[in-house]
């Protein structure tokens, strides 16, 4: 089944963000390259594709788990949880309909 991971970041959190993104990336990488990764992206803090200093404010993933238990593991395991990005994280199962 697939799942959202709704993820918001802390306040002044960009720099862990940008330390802790490679592995982040890795770990995603990983779900695509399993055929599991729907889609992954952050949430610019302001209305641009580069936001600059302002930053993000959270991030979405889609990908397929076999359980809402896995999903949630899978998110409490992320590089920016570790290194103190995320405020909090909502994992929550996910019905595609389009396209």
């Known amino acids: 089944m697939l799942y959202a991971l ?26 695509r390259d399993a055929g599991r990764l729907v889609l992954a992206g952050p949430h610019p803090a302001i209305d641009s594709e580069d936001p600059g200093p302002a930053g993000f404010t959270g991030s979405l993933v889609v990908a397929e788990f076999d359980s809402l238990e896995d999903a949630q593991s899978w998110a409490d395991a992320d590089p920016y949880v570790k290194a103190g990005v995320y405020r909090q994280v909502v994992v929550k199962p996910f019905k595609k309909v389009l396209p």
Do not use: F, K, V
């Open 6 to 31: 709704i993820s918001e970041d802390l306040p002044g959190t960009l720099n862990q963000r940008l330390a802790a993104r490679p592995a982040h990336l890795e770990r995603l990488e990983q779900l």
